[in-house]
């Protein structure tokens, strides 16, 4: 028996004037990759990639829970606020975290509404990262349920939320995983889910600033799962096309969660995303 | 189709934790393939009663309305993008969910898993 190579600790940033006591995971030494979540979720997205000793070689792999998410508390006085995340929250957080580790110019890998705020960032703060992969992520994406269906006094918003997104689920993924991926829904915190998938239905500021991400730079490139529902290929095509340099992979076996529903199916994918990605010159040398 | 659903019925009917996820659920739902209607009457998650329509005299909770080729690829063991799930017909405009939205949402996962319930590959997984 040994332990996994997963190791995770607390680190604590100021976001919006207020500390945050963030909790991070990494394993893996070299280039850094920091890996995001998808809505309603956390680190444990990632897990199967970060004890993958073919993804870690050579690569730092490191992944936090948004605060309201996982083993990150929300901030002080939650108990009496409405947690809608916005777009500049979601990029001073994970800046935050950024300069807090002292990351030199990571990779920064994100899944869903995580795949949107690294295109966000990557029109925005390029100088930050050093490339970017955007896993079933597009410039914008509106509700076709009602997020407040998943927020309420008279029913289990978790459990819910979980029975919704697994229609993004591809029917090749493992069962085990499958229901692994479900499990972290259904655990998320009362009005979690909603507070995420209002960032993610309801702002469309991406969609303007796509055509300024200069991939020459740090390039972009998109991974999307055909049994993706809420990304769909076609969304991740446009979304790509509209990025000048920017490539794009469908993974025809995969849904929306590809790193967490079927880590086997999707590793050639992410290992390919990395090799596409710069080494920093920090890392290089 | 009226004999798919009540093998739907029997396997239910059989399953503890699904009767157990539906505990809760009492209602009618209506299920419409190539507008033949099946009207599916729940009993606290027990599939009670099995009735073809049409009938314009049975209320229905929501109704889920699709066609038969459809369907046929949803009940494949790895049915092709869109086809794996009720919402994703939807999505690819072969299916249409109305009625009390909110009442299938709260009951969603007993919903679909009954609904995959002759999907191949699922004999004996309860």
New interface residues.
């Given amino acids: 028996m040994s332990f996994e190579p997963i190791t995770g600790r607390y680190l604590t940033v100021t976001i919006a004037g207020a500390p945050r006591r963030i909790y991070i995971e990494e394993a893996g030494a070299g280039r850094p990759v920091l890996c995001l979540h998808t809505a309603g979720a956390d680190t444990r997205q990632w897990r199967h990639l970060m004890n993958d000793a073919a993804v870690t070689e050579g690569n730092r792999l490191i992944a936090f829970d948004m605060p309201w998410h996982g083993k990150s508390l929300p901030p002080e006085g939650w108990e009496s606020r409405e947690y809608l995340l916005t777009t500049e929250a979601y990029i001073e957080t994970v800046l935050a975290v950024v300069g807090g580790m002292g990351l030199d110019r990571p990779v920064l890998a994100g899944c869903s509404m995580g795949g949107r705020i690294a295109l966000q960032l990557a029109a925005l703060h390029p100088d930050r990262f050093s490339g970017f992969i955007a896993i079933e992520a597009s410039d914008f994406q509106p509700a076709w349920y009602d997020i407040d269906w998943f927020h309420r006094p008279d029913a289990h918003g978790g459990e819910m939320g979980a029975a919704l997104v697994s229609a993004n689920i591809s029917p090749h993924a493992p069962p085990v995983e499958r229901w692994n991926t479900l499990w972290m829904f259904m655990q998320s915190g009362p009005g979690v889910f909603r507070g995420d998938l209002s960032f993610y239905t309801r702002d469309d500021s991406l969609i303007a600033r796509l055509g300024r991400i200069d991939t020459g730079k740090t390039p972009v490139h998109l991974l999307v799962g055909a049994y993706d529902l809420t990304c769909t290929p076609e969304d991740a095509r446009r979304t790509a096309e509209a990025i000048p340099g920017a490539t794009l992979a469908v993974m025809e076996e995969l849904g929306h969660f590809p790193m967490s529903e079927h880590p086997e199916g999707f590793r050639p994918f992410f290992l390919d995303a990395l090799a596409r990605m710069p080494r920093p010159r920090a890392a290089a040398a | 189709m009226l004999t798919t659903f009540r093998g739907v019925q029997d396997r239910l009917n059989a399953t503890p934790h699904l009767i157990r996820l539906g505990r809760l659920f009492s209602e009618t739902v209506l299920i419409e393939i190539d507008g033949q209607e099946v009207y599916l009457t729940f009993d606290r998650g027990r599939l009670a009663e099995v009735t073809e329509g049409p009938s314009r005299k049975t209320p229905w909770r929501f109704a889920l309305r699709t066609d038969a080729e459809a369907l046929a690829e949803f009940w494949q ?3 092709r ?2 086809f ?5 017909l939807v ?1 690819i405009g072969r299916g249409r969910i109305d009625g009390d939205i ?1 009442c299938l ?2 009951n ?2 007993f919903f ?1 898993e009954i609904m995959a319930l002759p999907r191949a590959g699922q004999e004996g997984a309860a």
């Avoid at chain 2, 794996?84 to 994703?88: M, P, Q, R, S």
């Fill in positions: 063991a790895r049915p993008p869109g794996h799930d009720i919402f994703g999505k909110l949402v709260k969603l996962r679909k």
